[in-house]
Each structure stands twice: as C-alpha cells, then as structure tokens.
C-alpha cells in the first residue's frame, strides 16, 4: 500500500482544513487507517483513526470535538476534516495504516509522506 497526504496548508487559528490520504493497492479496505501529526521539536503523536469499515473511530483528546477522520473506501481515501483550528496544531501531518485499529496507536504497516499544516494566531 502507497499513501499519498495531501491537503495542508497556512490557515489562521479557528479555522479549517480538510486533509486527504489516497491509497494505492487493492488491498486498502482491509486496513485500518489513521492520522499522526510531529510538532517541531516535538515526538510523532497519534491523532485519529478509523476502523476498516469506518464503524470505528477513535481521536486524541487534544483533536476531540475538532477533528473528524472518515474514509471512502470506493475512492480509496481517508480524510481528516480540522475545525477550530489552534496555533498548537502546527505539525506534519502523516497519514497510516495499520492492521486493526486496535493496534494503530503502536503498530503501523505504512506510511505516507507528510503534509505540512500552519496555524497562526
């Protein structure tokens, strides 16, 4: 499976984005998938993520309330959609997949490259 991030960009604080992961490989829908984000300076942190199905989802508590993760499993794709955007936010965004999503968090089989999001204040 290739993961191809797409979507980041300069937004202002209380803003939104939405941002994109399209997946290559027949083999998508059986993964779960999900989101990480490194802050400069900072370790890579798990932000959310969704089960194969999308019965399932799971976020961080510092995203709660603010991001929705979904996925189109037709268009092999999984998005992030960001509101109330905060200064602290600013990261890399990488997107992930994993076998289940109850091993996302600590085990993920792929990658894709980042996408850079900035929020001012």
């Known amino acids: 499976v290739q993961l191809q991030a797409s979507g980041g960009g300069l937004v202002q604080a209380g803003g939104s984005l939405r941002l994109s992961c399209a997946a290559s490989?027949?083999?998508?829908?059986?993964?779960?998938m999900g989101w990480f984000r490194q802050a400069p300076g900072k370790e890579r942190e798990f932000v959310a993520g969704?089960?194969?199905?999308?019965?399932?989802?799971t976020y961080s508590d510092s995203v709660k309330g603010r991001f929705t993760i979904s996925r189109d499993n037709a268009k092999n794709t999984v998005y992030l959609q960001m509101n109330s955007l905060k200064p602290e936010d600013t990261a890399v965004y990488y997107c992930?997949?994993?076998?289940?999503?109850?091993?996302?968090?600590?085990?993920?089989?792929?990658w894709g490259q980042g996408t850079l999001v900035t929020v001012s204040s």
């Open positions: 992930a997949a994993s076998g289940t999503i109850e091993v996302l968090t600590t085990f993920q089989d792929y």
């Open positions: 490989g027949r083999t998508f829908l059986t993964y779960a």
């Open positions: 969704i089960s194969w199905s999308g019965s399932s989802t």
